[in-house]
C-alpha cells in the first residue's frame, strides 16, 4: 500500500472518530467559559452580591451590638432603707447620707461595691453591695444592670463575649463543611434564619443563662454566614471580577459596624437594641426565590443538569446567549485538581513555613481585632463617638483592599501587621508609666488604640 493511501485511510478513520465522538459526547464548556457566556458580573451576580452584602451587614451588626449593650455605667451601693435612692444626687441631705454611708476610694470617688453598715464611720465596718443604683444618663437600662452583673460578677459580661467568640470560632469550622455537604445557599439561608432566632432569644432572654446561649448561637451563624455567602457570592464570578465581590462583602462588613453607632444612639434600651438588628436577617429569607446555588459546587457534586438550569436561568436574566446544545455542562466543564493529604505538607518545608505564618497570622489578627472591637467601651470620652471613629477607621481599611492587586499581598500584610503591634505595644508604656487622670495620656491611648485596630 502506498503512502498516499495510507494517509487517505488514516485521514477516513479521525472523521470517523471524531464524528462517532460528536455524537456520542455532544459538546461541552468548561465553567469558566459559561460564565463569560453568561456575563461575569450580571443582574444574578448582582442579587447574590448584594443578599451576601446584607447578610453580612447585619452579622457586622449582630457582633458590634454588644459595645452598647453591654456597657457596665458607672455605680454604687444603694443607700439602705431609702426607696427613691438614685445615682444622682438630689441634694444636700443626699450628699450627707452619701457621705455617712458610702466610702470613698482613693481617687476621692464613692465606691462601687462597698457601704458602712453605720451611719457613723467611727463604728461602722464596711460590707459588700446588696443592690445597687447606677448613672442612667447615657443608658436606661443595659445587659449588666439589668441581670446585676456587678463588682465580682462582672466578670460574667466578658464571659459572654468568650462564649460568643467560642461560637464563632465553632461555626468558621462547621459552617465550611456543611457548605461543601449541603450546599452554599441552604446553609446560607438556615444560618440567617438561626441568626435571627438566636438575637430575638436574646433580645427576650429572662436571665444571664438564656442570654449567653442564646449568643452562642448568633456568635455560631456568625461563623457560618462569613463563610457561606462569601463562597456563593465569588463561585459566581469570574475569577478576574471576583476582587470586585470580595471588595464588596468587606465593606459590607465596615458599613453594618458604622451603622450601629447612630442605631444604638437612637435605641438606648438594650432589649429593643438587639431587636433591632435581628429582625433585618428574617427579611433576607425572602430572596431565597431569587438567588441561585452555586452552580460550581452543583457541578462538583455531579448534579449537571441543575447547575445547567441555573446557567440558563442566569442568562435569561442576564439577557444573554449562550449555545442551544443538549448537554451544556457535564463532568468535563470543572477542572479537577486531585486530593492530597494534608500530612503530605511535612515534605514540603517552605510550604509548611508559610502555611504555619499564616495560622498564627490569622489567629494573632482575630484576636486582636475582636478584643479591640468588643473592649472599646473601656476608652475615655463619649462612647459613641469613639464607636464610630473606630467603625470608619475599619470602613478605610476595608476600602483600601482594592489596592492590594497593586502594591502586592506581602508587603499589604507584613505593613498590616507592623503597624498594628507597634501601635499595640505602644499602648503598653503609656498604660502603666503614664498619668492616667491626664486627659493627654487617655488621647494618646485612643490614637495607638485606633492606630492598631486600622493595622
Known amino acids: 500500500m502506498s503512502e498516499v493511501q495510507q494517509s487517505v485511510k488514516h485521514f477516513v478513520a479521525v472523521v470517523v472518530k471524531i464524528k462517532d465522538q460528536s455524537v456520542d459526547r455532544p459538546l461541552v464548556m468548561e465553567f469558566d467559559d459559561v460564565i463569560r457566556r453568561v456575563g461575569e458580573f450580571g443582574r444574578i451576580q448582582l442579587r447574590t452580591t448584594i443578599f451576601s452584602g446584607l447578610v453580612t451587614m447585619s452579622t457586622a451588626m449582630q457582633m458590634m451590638v454588644t459595645v452598647f449593650m453591654q456597657v457596665l455605667p458607672a455605680h454604687r451601693c444603694a443607700i439602705p432603707d431609702l426607696a427613691n435612692d438614685t445615682f444622682e444626687i438630689q441634694g444636700t441631705w443626699h450628699q450627707y447620707l452619701l457621705n455617712q454611708t458610702i466610702p470613698v476610694d482613693e481617687n476621692g470617688k464613692y465606691e462601687g461595691c462597698l457601704w458602712r453598715s453605720e451611719n457613723y464611720p467611727r463604728n461602722s465596718s464596711v460590707l459588700p453591695c446588696e443592690d445597687w443604683v447606677y448613672d442612667t444618663s447615657v443608658f436606661p437600662k443595659t445587659f449588666p444592670t439589668e441581670f446585676g452583673l456587678f463588682c465580682d460578677s462582672s466578670l460574667l459580661i466578658n464571659m459572654a463575649n468568650v462564649v460568643y467568640l467560642s461560637g464563632v470560632a465553632l461555626g468558621a469550622i462547621v459552617g465550611g463543611l456543611a457548605a461543601d455537604y449541603i450546599g452554599r445557599k441552604p446553609v446560607s439561608f438556615i444560618a440567617c434564619l438561626v441568626h435571627g432566632v438566636g438575637g430575638l432569644g436574646a433580645a427576650f432572654s429572662p436571665n444571664y443563662g438564656a442570654y449567653v446561649a442564646f449568643r452562642f448561637f448568633v456568635g455560631s451563624c456568625h461563623g457560618i454566614l462569613i463563610n457561606s455567602v462569601v463562597v456563593l457570592c465569588i463561585e459566581f464570578v469570574s475569577p478576574r471580577r471576583r476582587m470586585v465581590s470580595v471588595c464588596t462583602l468587606a465593606m459590607s462588613w465596615g458599613v453594618g459596624l458604622v451603622l450601629t453607632t447612630p442605631v444604638a444612639y437612637l435605641i438606648r434600651d438594650w432589649r429593643y437594641l438587639q431587636l433591632a438588628v435581628a429582625l433585618p ?157 491626664s486627659p493627654s495620656t487617655s488621647g494618646v491611648f485612643t490614637i495607638l488604640y485606633t492606630i492598631g485596630k486600622l493595622g
Request: positive net charge; contains cysteine.
Open 281 to 437: 436577617s428574617f427579611l433576607y429569607l425572602g430572596l431565597w426565590w431569587i438567588i441561585p446555588e452555586s452552580p460550581r459546587w452543583l457541578l462538583s457534586r455531579g448534579r449537571y443538569k441543575e447547575a445547567e438550569s441555573i446557567v440558563r436561568w442566569a442568562a435569561r436574566v442576564n439577557k444573554r446567549a449562550i449555545p442551544e446544545v443538549v448537554q451544556l455542562l457535564d463532568e468535563r466543564s470543572l477542572k479537577t485538581t486531585p486530593t492530597l493529604s494534608p500530612l503530605k505538607i511535612v515534605h514540603a518545608p517552605r510550604l509548611m513555613a508559610r502555611t504555619a505564618v499564616a495560622v498564627c497570622g490569622w489567629i494573632t489578627v482575630s484576636m486582636s481585632w475582636y478584643g479591640l472591637t468588643l473592649n472599646q467601651g473601656s476608652l475615655d470620652g463619649d462612647i459613641f463617638i469613639n464607636a464610630l471613629v473606630l467603625s470608619v477607621i475599619d470602613l478605610i481599611a476595608y476600602s483600601l483592599l482594592i489596592f492590594i492587586n497593586k502594591i502586592g499581598r506581602r508587603k499589604a500584610y507584613c505593613a498590616g501587621m507592623m503597624i498594628s503591634a507597634l501601635s499595640m505595644l505602644g499602648t503598653i508604656p503609656v498604660h502603666f508609666f503614664a498619668d492616667r487622670e
